[in-house]
């Protein structure tokens, strides 16, 4: 019997991805989205349209899958917009995740639930003086996660991703990098303006971290976080260089700021290596595909 699946953010970036991994490995998917479609992606999947912030919709959708995995991509993932609206982006990532979980809890429902993270989220200790209110809401979501795990039994693993890079519509910056060099093509000019091309990022593949999320659902530990990572940290002024010739445009960098002093965050993906998983794509291979996908957009 197939196992029954349940993506909830189903239609942003990496949610697109990760619904096809599972429907291409057979997984009966059920995709949770709000507004956006997801009839281009395959007539197998069940798609939900919901509002996770709905207790008892949230209940109703759960009592009916009963899902075997849960993996919960929703939520509110815009700084700026945290600034302006933090009850919303408290309601989108922290409330979503305890109707999930107190579903769980309450109707006995044995299923692994995977939370996804975030690189700007604040370790826990530092709760009352986070960087913005998005980094509180994320770190509040993980923190409800785990709490559910140690107080309830909840099957609950973090999975706290680096930044996501690869084909489809994402705000990242090497999508904007990708964009703003084929704005630069069309108008012929070659001077490519950035801020602090010093500054370093470690990018995973959206296509490898779908494969994560499936090694963590068979092999990874509940109540555990799990930091996915490419292992290599990169300079945007190296992503600019890798951009320059997979778009064949021989344009110029031009810093607007002088270097300035990084704190390199500290992240390691040796737990989930340890279940067998390791990034298959390049840097290369992910900006050359960015690439292409945003001559179609």
Not at 79 to 108: D, F, G, Y
Not at 115 to 144: E, R
Not at 241 to 267: C, G, P
């Amino acid at each position: 019997m197939e196992k029954r699946i349940l993506i909830t953010g189903a239609s942003g970036f990496t949610g697109r991805h990760t619904v096809k991994h599972f429907l291409e490995k057979g997984y009966a998917v059920n995709a949770v989205t709000r507004k956006t479609k997801l009839d281009d992606i395959g007539e197998k999947l069940t798609i939900h349209t919901l509002d996770l912030t709905e207790r008892a919709a949230v209940h109703a959708l759960l009592e009916n899958i009963r899902p075997d995995y849960i993996l919960h991509l929703a939520g509110e993932n815009s700084v700026p917009a945290s600034w302006e609206t933090p009850l919303k982006s408290w309601q989108a990532n922290v409330e979503s995740t305890l109707h999930i979980v107190e579903a769980i809890r309450t109707m006995e429902i044995p299923a692994r639930l995977v939370v996804a993270g975030s690189v700007l989220q604040d370790d826990a200790a530092s709760l009352v003086s986070p960087k913005h209110p998005y980094s509180l809401t994320k770190t509040l979501q993980t923190t409800v996660g785990l709490a559910w795990h140690n107080l309830f039994g909840a099957d609950v693993m973090i999975a706290k991703p680096s930044n996501i890079i690869g084909p489809g519509k994402s705000n990242g910056v090497c999508t904007l990098f990708a964009e703003q060099i084929r704005q630069l093509k069309e108008t012929g000019e070659v001077q490519f303006q950035v801020g602090d091309v010093t500054v370093t990022r470690d990018f995973i593949d959206v296509r490898d971290l779908a494969v994560a999320y499936e090694v963590l659902f068979l092999h990874g530990k509940a109540g555990e976080t799990y930091e996915i990572t490419s292992g290599r940290w990169v300079s945007l002024g190296e992503v600019l260089s890798v951009l320059r010739q997979v778009s064949n445009y021989n344009f110029s960098i031009h810093a607007k700021t002088e270097a300035s002093i990084e704190a390199k965050l500290s992240m390691t993906a040796e737990k989930i290596r340890a279940l067998g998983w390791e990034p298959t794509h390049t840097l290369a291979a992910s900006l050359a595909d960015v690439w292409e996908y945003t001559a179609k957009s």
